[in-house]
Structure formats: C-alpha cells, structure tokens
C-alpha cells in the first residue's frame, strides 16, 4: 500500500492534514503522484460551508474528503484497463468537473470537494474509474507542473467566453461565443481569473475583440497587470487595451460608455460578486449586449439591480459561468503549449503545511493565485518576498534570482530550483 499525506475536509472550517494509507489500486484505477496544486476560491467556500456546499457529501464528519482541485503530476501505477492509453511517467491534470451521475453526491461529484482517495492537496491520490471514462484524465506534454495545475483556471475564462451569446435580429438562433472584433469590457478584472481572462484574449487567435478595457480600483493591481500584459503587446495583436481606475471617474458608467464610442460594450465580464459592479455592467452594455457574472457570490441571498427595459427593448443577456468542460481545458493545455505562460496569475509559493491557513484566509490574503507544491515544507510566501528571505536563505536568494529574469514571475526554473533544493529551504 501507498501511504498519502492530504488535507481533509471534516465539516465547516475544520481541515485536517493527515497520513493515511492509499488502497490497492483496482484494473480500472490509476496511483498517481500530485506534484503541485493552485489553491482556488472554490475551496474556500466548499471548506467553509462544509456538507452544505452541493458537491461536499452529507457524511463528510464520518467520511472526510480531500481538497483541492486545480492540480497536476506524474502517473505512478496504470490499472490493466488503462495500460493502451496511459502508461507510466506519463504528466496530468485533471477536469474535475466530471458531471458523473453515479458519484458520491450524485451529478456534482469532483475531485477535490467528493472522494476520499482523490483531490489536488495531497502527496498521492487514487484516480477512479469515472475520471478516465468521462474524458477528464488530461496528459501534459509541456514543460514542468505548474502550466498543467493553473490549465483548470484558465479553462474557466475560456469557457465564459464560449459561453456569451448574441442574437440575430429577427429570428431565434443565438450565436454563442464572444463577438469577434467587438467591444469587452472585464470589471473588477485584476484578479487572479482576470489576469487569465487577459491572457487568453490577448493570444487567442481565432477571435478577439478589437476594444478591450480592463478595471479596478486598485491601481497597484492595475499596475501591474499593466506591465505583464501590455497595451504593445495588445496592439501587435490587433487589441487596443486600456487599464482603468474607475475610482478615478467621476461618472464611471458615463465615462467607460464614452470609451466604447458611446455604443457600450458588446461582451462585458464582472469578476466581483460585487452589485454595484453588476449594476455598472448592466448599465455600459451595448444593443445586443451579454453580461457574464463569472464570479460566484457565497451568499444565496445575494441580488444586484437589472435594467430590464433593456432586456426587453435592447436584447441584452445575461449569464452565469465559474468552470470551464473538458474541451475547454483541452483548449487550455493546446494555447499554453502555443506560447500561453499562466505564470502571471501566481503571486505566493507554498508548501503542504501551507494548505489549511491559507485556503481558509483566502479571501484576505492579496495577490493572485497561490501555488502550492505537495512535496515541500514551506510557508506560502509571496515572489516578491524572496528577495528579503533570501539574505538569510541561499535557497530563496536562487529562487529570487530566477524570478527576477523572469519579470519577476514564477517560471518552470524556478520550480524545478524549488523542487531540487525543497529540503534545504531551513525556514
């Protein structure tokens, strides 16, 4: 047997990281090795909410669950019936949205919120059946782990945009996707899933708006994204980008309307369970215009203000996305392997003993996406941070050396830097 070291979730806020022993892998189950996992907001709420989230089974306290679902590594032990289309050494991520009907809770079950032997924060894991049946076992060709790990939040932008539509005026087909040459506006799109929101519009090739504005309030974010995402870049690719401090405007709406040339925006995506921010979406839409709520409110209560003239008389729509299918994280892994560097999204490196403070402080602790590696001690600690550390630490002074001729991301060097030296971190 495998012995495992995991983060469980026990019932609300209550995570446990444990050793215990893996079972004996079935003919139709795969022992993997999970080398890394980029800690979500999903988690956080499904840590905090316990047996009441709809993917966390009702048992949880008798049958706790592993966490974590943004993961990536290397495959231990095939079961006979995988042998033709997996092997050994082979690298992976996972979709763990496996809308699986027999599951343990049912048509939501996913690794990291369902199973006990599976999910992204533990050392080894046991993939089940249902994984590789439904498609949802994903190989990675690319270079290094951590690509692979963040393809599933990237895989989430690329679905919302796949799943905006328009109208054809006349008739009832919706043509899905983005508008190809339109106005996009990303509110509140700074964060880790707007970062990737960019990125992806910005090296999409088959479509692409020709305005894209990008806002916040905080214009440290703003900078930033500002220097990893440039306007030159953006023009080399036929986008005129524009990075906006809406706390800055007198009248944001009137202002970012006037932006668009005063016919509002054909795709806008709000990043915040914000209402005001709905309410400004809704307000600079265009004719015709979607509105994409890509990011999940915690309250079931929550409501924001609709102008629903405008759905009537101006065929604006609305929808509602937060993950991405298989083929969109297949089409994640393909545009990474085209050039596409996630890195951006992450600002903090941990490891495993990092997992339970940082997942249940999530909400507060700034930055973008936090990488966690499963095989290392290691306080999450933020890249810009490295530098400091490293006047006391030869390990970290590396690591900040790397970072820095990367503009200051992370990069596969510096994870294989990490991964080579984990046991003389000496924190």
């Not at 980029?38 to 840590?47: D, I, T």
């Not at 050494?89 to 699986?100: H, T």
């Not at 405008?310 to 050039?339: F, I, P, R, W």
Request: glycine letters at 10%; proline letters at 5%.
């Amino acid at each position: 047997m495998m012995k495992t070291k995991a983060v469980r979730l026990y019932g609300k806020a209550d995570l446990r990281l444990e050793e215990f022993e893996l079972p004996e892998i079935k003919d139709n189950e795969i022992l993997a090795k999970v080398v890394c996992d980029s800690l979500c907001m999903s988690s956080f709420k499904a840590s905090n909410q316990g047996a009441d989230h709809k993917r966390v089974p009702q048992n949880v306290d008798q049958h706790p669950v592993i966490i974590g679902h943004e993961f990536a590594g290397e495959l231990l032990e095939v079961g006979s019936k995988w042998a033709g289309q997996f092997k050994e050494g082979d690298k992976f991520s996972i979709q763990p949205a496996l809308n699986y009907k027999e599951g343990p809770v049912g048509i939501l079950s996913a690794p990291g919120y369902s199973y006990h032997h599976i999910g992204g924060d533990a050392t080894y894991v046991v993939i089940p059946n249902e994984v590789m049946e439904l498609g949802c076992l994903l190989p990675y060709k690319g270079e290094g782990f951590y690509p692979a790990s963040l393809s599933e939040p990237l895989s989430c932008v690329i679905g919302a945009m796949h799943a905006n539509y328009h109208t054809v005026p006349g008739s009832y087909v919706h043509n899905m996707e983005i508008v190809d040459g339109g106005k996009m506006a990303l509110l509140a799109g700074v964060g880790p899933m707007g970062l990737a929101a960019i990125n992806y519009v910005l090296h999409r090739k088959d479509r692409k708006p020709s305005l894209l504005v990008v806002t916040d309030i905080d214009q440290d974010r703003l900078d930033r994204a500002a220097t990893l995402y440039t306007p030159d870049f953006a023009v080399s690719q036929g986008i005129e980008l524009k990075y906006i401090n809406t706390s800055k405007m007198k009248d944001p709406e009137k202002e970012l309307k006037e932006i668009s040339g005063n016919e509002g925006y054909n795709d806008v995506f709000v990043f915040a369970p914000v209402a005001p921010v709905i309410k400004q979406a809704d307000a600079i839409l265009g004719f015709d215009g979607c509105l994409n709520f890509f990011a999940g409110p915690s309250n079931p209560n929550f409501e924001a203000s609709l102008n629903f003239y405008n759905v009537h008389y101006a065929y604006t729509h609305v929808v509602g996305t937060s993950g991405g299918n298989t083929d969109d994280m297949k089409e994640a892994l393909d545009v990474m392997s085209k050039g596409l560097d996630p890195a951006g999204l992450v600002t903090h490196i941990g490891g495993m003993n990092a997992v339970i403070d940082a997942t249940l402080s999530l909400p507060n602790i700034p930055g973008g996406k936090k990488l966690i590696y499963n095989h290392v001690e290691m306080p999450l600690t933020a890249i810009s941070d490295f530098k400091k550390i490293g006047e006391n630490n030869a390990v970290y002074c590396l690591l900040a050396e790397v970072c820095e001729r990367n503009n200051g991301l992370w990069s596969v060097e510096a994870e294989e830097l990490l991964l080579a030296n984990a046991k003389a971190l000496n924190y």
